[in-house]
T-cell receptor, first 112, second 114 residues
Framework: TQLLEQSPQFLSIQEGENLTVYCNSSSVFSSLQWYRQEPGEGPVLLVTVVTGGEVKKLKRLTFQFGDARKDSSLHITAAQPGDTGLYLC????????????FGKGTRLSVIA | GEEVAQTPKHLVRGEGQKAKLYCAPI?????VFWYQQVLKNEFKFLISFQNENVFDETGMPKERFSAKCLPNSPCSLEIQATKLEDSAVYFC????????????FGNGTRLTVT
């Protein structure tokens, strides 16, 4: 069973459109991280959300952590081709020194 | 260095051959992690180190896989007698802490077992 479920698995949109991708779990996480991975490279951290209900903005990207700390969303406004990539959420499954578990990601393609 | 450096970028091995992958973490980071990314994008945790000591090896296959982080040397992940299902991209990451700390990833080693 996958601890972090991401949806949709694939998303293809036109430049300028808005989109939201989701990261859900039945477990509570002390924090969640979002990464973007481009082909041939390792994931790069975008943001960490820690507090339930927290909203963080990174230019056109808005990240939200659910009140119960079981889910998170990433909203992109006016998507650009440079946003293309694999978006991964990750978190420590238990409090304490446990390694991050990753969702399977949402593969986003933004067409010019 | 300022980046996690992984070598080689690509590695092709025949079934049954040995594969050895290397990782130089960011200077000053105490923790090193190895993850395996298979075709469906799933990241599987393998092992982590605190400096040269194994910290968590719950994800390491019991057979054929071993890893080391020795002082003044790159960390390494070795697979003895590779199998077709070992084909994957192996990522190394480093961080200051083991828990919520962000991971800094290298660009991976793509292992193809033929």
């Amino acid at each position: 069973t996958q601890l972090l479920e991401q949806s949709p698995q694939f998303l293809s949109i036109q430049e300028g459109e808005n989109l939201t991708v989701y990261c859900n779990s039945s477990s509570v996480f002390s924090s969640l991280q979002w990464y973007r991975q481009e082909p041939g490279e390792g994931p790069v951290l975008l943001v960490t959300v820690v507090t339930g209900g927290e909203v963080k903005k990174l230019k056109r990207l808005t990240f939200q952590f659910g009140d119960a700390r079981k889910d998170s969303s990433l909203h992109i406004t006016a998507a650009q081709p440079g946003d293309t990539g694999l978006y991964l959420c990750a978190g420590p499954p238990n409090s304490g020194n446990t390694p991050l578990v990753f969702g399977k990601g949402t593969r986003l393609s933004v067409i010019a | 260095g300022e980046e996690v450096a992984q070598t080689p970028k690509h590695l092709v091995r025949g079934e049954g051959q040995k594969a050895k992958l290397y990782c130089a973490p960011i200077k000053g980071h105490s923790y090193v992690f190895w993850y395996q990314q298979v075709l469906k994008n799933e990241f599987k945790f393998l092992i982590s180190f605190q400096n040269e000591n194994v910290f968590d090896e719950t994800g390491m296959p019991k057979e054929r896989f071993s890893a080391k982080c020795l002082p003044n040397s790159p960390c390494s992940l070795e697979i003895q007698a590779t199998k077709l299902e070992d084909s994957a991209v192996y990522f190394c990451a480093s961080s200051h802490r083991h828990d919520n700390s962000p991971l800094h990833f290298g660009n991976g080693t793509r292992l193809t077992v033929t």
